[in-house]
């Protein structure tokens, strides 16, 4: 059973910066996609960022970029994202996700395994 915990959220002032990690277990990753999604109250998940865990390939949503960093640790099954100059907007709860396969990697139907979530809060 494949597990993802993540962990690194905490409260910060605006232009502060988090480091996200996502520790994964019960799997050994091939050319798996794994991903950074964030939601807020009432509103849908939106994609982050992902890679592949083979190191093929990167992709990140617009509103990131510059500011956040996706990379992996294959020799610790994990995956973090360093966000730098964080804003009020980038509040959330950050989850990541495994997907075994997918086309469309901001698509959160495509992703079959969740973490719980962490919560990042960005103050004014």
């Known amino acids: 059973q494949v597990r993802l915990v993540e962990s690194g959220g905490g409260l910060v002032q605006a232009g502060g910066s988090l480091s996200l990690s996502c520790a994964s277990s019960?799997?050994?990753?091939?050319?798996?996609?794994v991903a950074w999604f964030r939601q807020v109250p009432e509103k849908k998940r939106e994609y982050v960022a992902g890679l592949r865990w083979s190191g093929g390939a990167a992709s990140k949503t617009d509103s990131i970029e510059g500011r956040f960093t996706i990379s992996m640790d294959p020799a610790k099954s994990t995956m973090n994202l360093q966000m730098n100059n964080l804003e009020p907007a980038d509040t959330a709860v950050y989850y990541c996700?495994?997907?075994?396969?997918?086309?469309?990697?901001?698509?959160?139907?495509?992703?079959?395994?969740w973490g719980r979530g962490t919560q990042v809060t960005v103050s004014s």
């Open positions: 996700a495994l997907s075994l396969f997918t086309t469309d990697w901001s698509d959160p139907a495509t992703y079959d395994y």
């Open positions: 019960g799997r050994a990753f091939s050319d798996d996609t």
